[in-house]
């Protein structure tokens, strides 16, 4: 299990397997811990979790970056609404170096809380959704090269947005079934500006066309089913998912986490990859531990254990007393403490 990497490390909360604490938090692993976890057969992953933080990238560096990122989009995007095209190239070597260090943070959850869009939507949730993207590619084990190509399909997925009139764009309310039917055209229009965009990949181009499809057919443009879409679509259409509803919007506000969640697991937002689907919630979930939460009724509380049969209701511990979600069931993480 190659646990012993981390002896010297002190726990930062519990380490429990089965219910039964096996180091409590606050104590240094010394080799009489590193073959009790053996002999449990803990994973690795979990010990990991529950050591201190390693050196995480300053917020504001994040932060810094993410604006750099933002506006650099917002500039090359309004470059393609003026004259139709756009600098491929430029906008490769600008903005892809950038998301792939902001994925370089450890510290998921207030990664998520950065890349979230708080005002102007457009432009930041570009920029989110390859963030998330970049996560989910290296979480598959794609190589690098794939990860940047994913990267950099991602931030341009909404590209054929500057075609559509800002009073569709940006309405606070419902769109009319009129406006529906172009906002949904801007998938074709960012296929066309990206296609005829020279030494552009065609795969960033399929991405803009495909990454609001589903394998239920209810997806547009053209109504395809995931053996159809290419790979690089699927995980962009799961990150764009998790980014939309975890962020302000003009017309909601942000998703609980608990609902985000659950309603991608049941697919409420249609039928996306269950395999990426899979793999990125197992990942949030998994970095749910130890971390601080707020509950649907208020309270404030660390996740000091989760149950792999219900990872959504995992023990809660506020103040000095434990709260077990799986039988509180009216009780729900609403959101994640950064």
Sequence with gaps: MRLAGLLGKKAKHDIVHNGLVLVPAGVTLES???????NYRVVLEDV???VEAEERQPESETAAMMSQAVQFTRDMFERVREVGQLDSEAFEHTVTPIILQIAENKDMFRLFHTVKAKDEYTHQHNIGVSVLSTLIGRWLGWSDDEVALLSLAASLHDVGKV???DE?????????????AEMKLH??????ILKASRKMNPRVALVALQHHERDDRRGYPYGIRNGE???MSKVVAVADIFHAMSSRRPYHEPMPFYRVVSEMRNGSFGELDPHIVGVFLEQIIRHLLGRQVKLSDGRWGEVVYLDPQEDMHPLVRVGDSFINLKQERHLHIEEIII
């Design 163 to 165: 075609r559509i009139p």
């Design 229 to 231: 879409m290419d790979e």
């Design 187 to 192: 998938t074709v229009y960012g296929y066309e």
């Design 32 to 38: 009489s811990h590193i073959d009790l976890l053996e």
């Design 168 to 180: 569709i764009l940006l309405k606070p309310g419902r769109l009319t079934t009129d406006e529906y």
């Design 48 to 50: 990991r979790l529950a």
